[in-house]
């Protein structure tokens, strides 16, 4: 019992996609890092353990950010006038060449790391930048706030300019020991990281292929974003059918492989039945796909088809760090995609929202995001009393008064058991 | 020279639209509540006056509301998982009618003002409810905090529930008596507010036409919003060509009749005319039009044609009372129209939301929403050093920044030369 203790307020989760539950002024047990259960009363084997009473505040499971560039944090909001590969190029390529010096990587790390831990995110997918030692301070700074995050050295070693490019050979060998230094993280954990097919020859994706079967780590990309990106890939990889194919005959998109796909915003039936095939996971980025004006990806009809869809902020392709501002992102351009593209697949709803935003991406990360027993214990409480109304709003109200109105700052969070504030 | 005075730093305005002028570190001076002119050293005349000198902070004309709810503010954020004419009957109606009861309205009218109020809006139009006390008792708070807004007692007298509807007699002189009572006022103006077509009847709008001609008082009301109530006017009206004709046979839709139109989502080639050759005002609502999923309204076409185009939270269609989350959902909006709806119109620029949401809604209230000299001095003051980064910024991209992160409450703020805080 010395590991255990109870946050007690207003309970929220979705145990399926789609329904929410809650659990009015319930007891919410963390046994050893993990859920134990949720009590009306606590029962008599937890009397004496370390009660939290968080009072009428709202507990969710932390939400997990499933595709976030943390090179990008300190020009988020900036250059959003441009289209997705003009945007790369004066913006995202420049700002993250700078990371090669310590010292900015320094400061900047440092104001993404702290604005995390501040949010309602517990967990992140994260690209660095391609340099090795800035991206190992990133891990080293996530892994002191208790953010049990997947971060990945980026590789590209095409298509950029000269200040942010490496030899095939020097990519695959920091890659090689950047793994071996990352060895000793608690919560840490690396994932492999090519940037995009684009910016990577097959030589390099092959060689990632390689360090993933003897190394067993993860890979993040991106696919199927941007009309243009995928024109792209078509003439960069003549023999391939549809993009998700340059990155499966390296091994590289799900299976024995746990992969994260990011927007997925104009996959067709074959890319999508290999997605499903495979596991891959899709992170849906909807204000990201605004800002870049790539579009609305389908996610409703990719829930029903049964994929694995979580949600990401895509800082600084979207401007804001917050998931909850990226599930009424996803709300919202659902609904028009709805009017303006597709009258048979309704809008997402926010018990959806909130799945995607939880258990959905959580998955990625093993048993996370929900309060079902045996689940990591990731939890963020939320104060909505400055939320002025004279309503008197049911518990669901309140839940989606926050989600849409605060700032999603939590006033107490949770990470695999620990109190990070 | 008594009553002029001076602020001091960076300033911001749109001479026309798309264009942005920037002031770094100038003086702003006010003369007998217009902008007397901006000069980088204070001329000899002004020798003496009050400065304020706001340091490196960024000076806006103040941001206006062309369309805002103020009897919605209470549950903005809430039913969202509907659609407009069920969100009307389910959310819109049963809390408007609340107002009937003065403590009620006292108390949800004192935390709309308050929010407005330390919002970066100066000026709103504003629908207050159908009550006629609790509609002068708001216009009587914005008075009280100087912000200089239209309001209006909504008309409505057909297609809704008992608890929310008068007869046309009673209507009309309700409406009536609340134009007599609302002429002691000093800055706070009434606009009459037909709610829109299917809640009021040709006896109604009639008489409304009537009371414009007899009292001079500009009008306010929704158009083409919908798919869904589009068709509805066309049963109601069935002489009508299109919806702005509802409005037009009764002499309510521009001309000599100052006229705003909410939304305009699905406005055709004759109605466009229409309010072009009429001088309507278009006020242009983002996020509402995809909270009740109506679609994307063709704005960067509005501009093009030269329409009068200002923007609207419609609070609480939208949940969000900054107008600044406004400028960012149009930017994204047409990101998408361009997107998915149609290439040949490209998506709207910072500058050009920023006239939108300055000078272009501000031309409702007169010289309104630039520092060009002679307009009303109107102006907010906001402070960017809370949003950390480790980029040197230029005066432009700390102005996108602002638009795209900042929570929108400025440090200061002037209205009709009057200093509200």
Not at 333 to 359: F, I
């Amino acid at each position: 019992m010395q590991t255990a203790f109870a946050v007690k307020g207003n309970l929220f989760y979705t145990p399926v996609c789609g329904k929410l539950a809650r659990y009015p002024g319930a007891y919410l047990v963390c046994e050893n890092g993990t859920v134990a259960g949720i009590f009306d009363t606590l029962p008599d084997r937890y009397q004496g353990i370390l009660v939290e009473d968080y009072g009428d505040k709202l507990i969710l499971p932390g939400l997990v950010d499933l595709h976030v560039h943390g090179g990008q944090y300190a020009y988020r909001g900036l250059g959003m006038d441009m289209e997705l590969l003009d945007w790369l190029e004066k913006n995202a390529f420049p700002e993250e060449s700078r990371f090669a010096e310590a010292a900015y990587a320094e400061a900047a790390y440092h104001i993404f790391v702290d604005a995390l831990l501040h949010s309602a995110t517990t967990r992140a997918s994260i690209f660095a930048t391609l340099h090795r030692p800035a991206t190992l301070r990133l891990m080293e700074m996530l892994e002191q706030a208790g953010l049990p995050c997947f971060v990945g050295k980026v590789n590209m070693d095409r298509n950029s300019p000269d200040y942010l490019r490496e030899s095939t050979a020097e990519s695959l060998a920091e890659t090689r020991r950047w793994l071996e230094e990352s060895r000793d993280f608690a919560v840490v954990r690396p994932i492999l990281t090519p940037r995009f097919t684009p910016s990577c020859t097959d030589d390099l994706m092959n060689g990632l292929g390689k360090l993933h079967r003897e190394f067993g780590t993860p890979v993040q990309s991106h696919l199927s974003e941007n009309l243009s990106e995928i024109a792209w890939v078509q003439q960069l990889c003549p023999g391939t059918r549809f993009y998700g194919e340059a990155y499966a005959r390296f091994g590289l998109f799900g299976g024995d492989c746990p992969t994260i796909m990011a927007h997925c915003v104009w996959s067709g039936e074959e890319e999508r039945a290999l997605m499903k095939e495979q596991g891959v996971f899709i992170a849906h980025c909807p204000q990201s796909n605004m800002n870049v004006s790539s579009g609305i990806a389908p996610v409703k009809q990719y829930l029903r088809e049964g994929q694995k869809v979580g949600l990401g902020s895509d800082v600084a392709g979207g401007a804001h760090l917050s998931i909850f501002r990226a599930m009424t992102d996803a709300i919202q351009c659902s609904k028009l995609r709805w009017r303006l593209v597709d009258q048979d697949t309704p809008a997402l709803t926010l018990p959806e929202a909130l799945y995607m935003a939880t258990k959905g991406g959580g998955a990625f990360f093993g048993k996370v995001g929900s309060f079902e027993p045996g689940y990591q214990f990731d939890a963020v409480v939320l104060d909505d009393s400055t939320l002025s109304t004279t309503r008197s709003c049911t518990l669901d109200e309140r839940l989606e008064r926050l989600v849409y109105l605060s700032d999603g700052r939590p006033c107490a969070k949770y990470a695999a058991g620990r109190k990070l504030f």
